[in-house]
């Protein structure tokens, strides 16, 4: 006998649950891009396919990035995904031994125990050790049941965990969550009922269903309780797609669309229904977001996700981010906020005509030069750190054409991040069309959101984009410039997009070891803390952002540093502006440490400079 009416709710709980995705998962990729859906189509056939399975592995069920997080928290969460994947695969297995190889029903290894009752030893476990397989079995059971003890506990002790703050539940995620916490729970008891019944369970299983007993009439409840089973993994599947366990499939889809290529636009749809449905809302990502401290929680990643969900657009909302990366740091998924954040505030902006009829005709020598430099917007707003790199260039000897000299030329990300892509796209092409034209080799530019926007967006084909920081590190590698050491103690901030943004953490440091003592503090590298500057949000006043510059100081300025110093003409001015400390861009330490120039030809230069 293989089957008993209780496996109905499940059995069509499961199918439920299945037919949503499909659906879902169907319109989604629907909305995508024809080359993105080409990608996904072709992507079965490549390593895309075997990556995105490794990748699923390691993040999907062994939680690698949560570990990383807090090992207690990452332990919770592998405990229900790793233990049940294995409850799953190995109770398949056991089915198959017993029904001598065939294909079985998806219910039938999930209350195998029901339909099974003998105490047979299994063809691959020891005589030695009868019972292997049981034994395996019910330590699963058990590894699930202690990351579920370890949920109970966190409710009421996050902080624990490494959480200040949680997530609010929701209607679905109250009835998903109190599902999910009685599976496993109900499992152990029908399955010791059967064992009391029939001596045929585990180390867990026998000894649960001896006690049970001994206490209850349990030939009676063995029924109800597979009923009982049954309902709760019924509910739970009809409950998912609603709640925040709909990221446990999401997931997995958005895995395998990242590791084929397919990435957030500018508008919402397609991809950004799998990157909003992957979020667990498991609330790491409200700790890390400085909109906390000045009263901003509901437009921290966790909510402003939520809203996306439900589609309750609101430019207030969207508006109120610093775009800073934080959250996408920590976040266990990496789900891409900014873009998602950018790609929201598109619906406002977007239909902006864009004229460029304001812009100076940027004048260049006629002939060809192989370095060009680009202060941007910000670094006009900061002469000093143009001024500094002005200094370099000469010191060093290297021919160069500073592109927006007599007129700044924005880059088109301060458009980007406020969703006017088609204005920005006009500006792309406009600076593009300049640069490729030169016949540079090397564009370095000072300004971090400049280098990212250059790097990322432009395709500027046989041209190495550097920036600042990047570039002086080589020319002083290369001894094209000589710098004298001092006393003074510092303390480097990595700039948002700089760090973050481009992983450019190490560059700027060797630099500052070579002329100052360099020293720690706390929000350094990945844990960096915004300025409170940024261009991204569009909705904090004065005062809103002076807070968060000093809480940023607070932590920078511990050690007690002579100079603080950074690579972003923007950071430097919000934080110069408290007037806490001195501050300084690196170009700014290096042009004051110059000794002489190395005196080396321009045709002589090194390659990775010259070309």
């Not at 021919?399 to 006017?420: H, L, N």
């Amino acid at each position: 006998m293989s089957f008993n009416l209780f496996v109905l709710p499940f059995f069509l709980g499961f199918i439920f649950l299945i037919t949503t995705l499909i659906i879902k998962y169907g319109k989604w990729i629907r909305e995508m891009e024809y080359p993105d859906r080409l990608k996904l189509g072709l992507g079965l056939f490549k390593k895309d396919f075997w990556r995105a399975c490794y990748e699923v592995i390691m993040e999907g069920l062994l939680h690698r990035r949560m570990f990383k997080q807090n090992k207690l928290l990452g332990y919770m969460h592998m405990s229900f995904a790793f233990g049940w994947f294995l409850l799953i695969v190995l109770g398949n297995i056991e089915s198959r031994i017993y029904s001598g190889g065939h294909i079985n029903p998806p219910y039938y290894p999930i209350f195998l125990k029901f339909f099974v009752h003998d105490k047979k030893i299994l063809p691959f476990e020891l005589d030695t050790v009868p019972g292997l397989f049981r034994f395996t079995m019910d330590l699963l059971l058990l590894f699930v049941l202690s990351g579920l003890v370890l949920a109970l506990f966190k409710r009421a002790h996050s902080k624990w965990f490494g959480m200040q703050r949680t997530t609010k539940h929701q209607r679905f995620d109250k009835v998903a969550i109190a599902s999910l916490w009685l599976i496993f729970p109900l499992r152990l008891i029908a399955e010791s009922i059967n064992a009391g019944l029939y001596h045929g369970g585990g180390f867990l299983t026998n000894n649960v269903g001896k006690l049970l007993a001994s206490a209850f009439p349990i030939e009676y409840l063995n029924y109800p309780a597979w009923w009982a089973y049954s309902t709760a993994l019924g509910v739970f599947f009809v409950s998912l797609p609603w709640s925040r366990f709909m990221h446990i499939p999401t997931e997995i889809m958005l895995i395998y669309c990242r590791q084929c290529g397919v990435k957030i636009k500018n508008t919402l749809g397609g991809i950004s229904e799998f990157e909003t449905r992957a979020c667990p809302r498991c609330g790491v990502c409200i700790d890390a977001c400085q909109m906390n401290a000045v009263d901003k929680t509901y437009s921290t990643p966790a909510y402003f996700l939520r809203v996306l969900r439900q589609k309750n657009h609101n430019q207030e909302l969207y508006n109120n981010c610093l775009l800073c990366g934080r959250c996408h740091q920590v976040c266990p998924v990496k789900i891409d906020t900014i873009g998602l954040r950018v790609g929201a505030r598109n619906q406002f902006y977007d239909k902006l005509e864009s004229k460029l009829d304001y812009l100076p005709v940027a004048s260049r020598e006629k002939k060809p030069v192989n370095v060009i430099y680009f202060a941007g917007c910000m670094g006009h707003l900061t002469p000093s750190v143009k001024l500094a790199m002005v200094k370099i260039f000469k010191a060093a000897r290297i021919p160069y054409w500073f592109m927006d000299q007599d007129g700044s030329v924005c880059c088109g990300r301060p458009m980007m991040m406020a969703g006017m892509h088609k204005a920005a796209a006009d500006m792309i092409k406009s600076n593009r069309d300049t640069i490729m034209q030169s016949g540079a080799k090397t564009f370095v530019t000072s300004c971090p959101i400049c280098y990212k926007v250059f790097k990322e967006e432009y395709k500027l084909p046989g041209i190495d984009i550097l920036h600042h920081t990047q570039f002086i590190e080589k020319i002083i590698a290369y001894r094209m410039i000589d710098l004298h050491q001092t006393l003074y103690r510092t303390v480097f901030h990595d700039p948002c997009e700089l760090g973050r943004g481009m992983g450019i953490y190490e560059e700027p440091r060797k630099v500052l070891r070579q002329t100052t003592e360099l020293i720690d503090a706390e929000g350094q590298k990945q844990d960096s803390l915004c300025c409170g500057g940024s261009l991204g949000d569009f909705a904090m006043n004065s005062e809103q952002r002076n807070i968060i510059t000093n809480n940023a100081l607070d932590m920078l300025l511990s050690p007690n540093p002579d100079i603080l110093v950074t690579a972003c003409p923007l950071c430097k001015k919000t934080f110069a502006a408290t007037n806490r400390v001195v501050v300084k861009d690196l170009a700014e330490i290096v042009a004051e440490r110059i000794d002489s120039p190395w005196l080396m030809q321009p045709s002589v230069l090194p390659n990775s400079v010259r070309n």
